[in-house]
């Protein structure tokens, strides 16, 4: 039994990565939206900053994702990245703290 264990969690981890890089059907950078606008670096640092909470609901629901296809590029990618820093403490949360 404890065997079986071992390879699922040795298994499943790599077929979640595999997964994970599979390609999106999905309309160039730079291509407006049904509304007609493109998510700039402001959308990309909210969409950065919601992003666990995006995640949990894609999870339950198809139609939805953590990442706005119909982007700007650049901009947003680096607005994305920022809000997820700040979401998530930044890069250097652990390397701040004072050791005792």
Known sequence: ???YTI???C???ALFLIASCAPT???????P???GDVA????GL????IMLFTFIISLFKDNVGIY?????????NLGYLVGVMIFFGGSCGGACSKRR
Request: zero cysteines; aromatic letters at 14%.
């Open 7 to 9: 390879l699922i969690v």
């Open 25 to 31: 059907v999905g309309t160039p950078a730079g291509t």
């Open 11 to 13: 298994i499943a981890p």
């Open 1 to 3: 039994m404890k065997r």
């Open 68 to 76: 706005e296809l119909n982007n700007s590029g650049n901009l947003y």
């Open 46 to 49: 909210w969409h950065g900053f």
């Open 40 to 43: 700039g670096f402001w959308k």
């Open 33 to 35: 939206s049904t509304g």
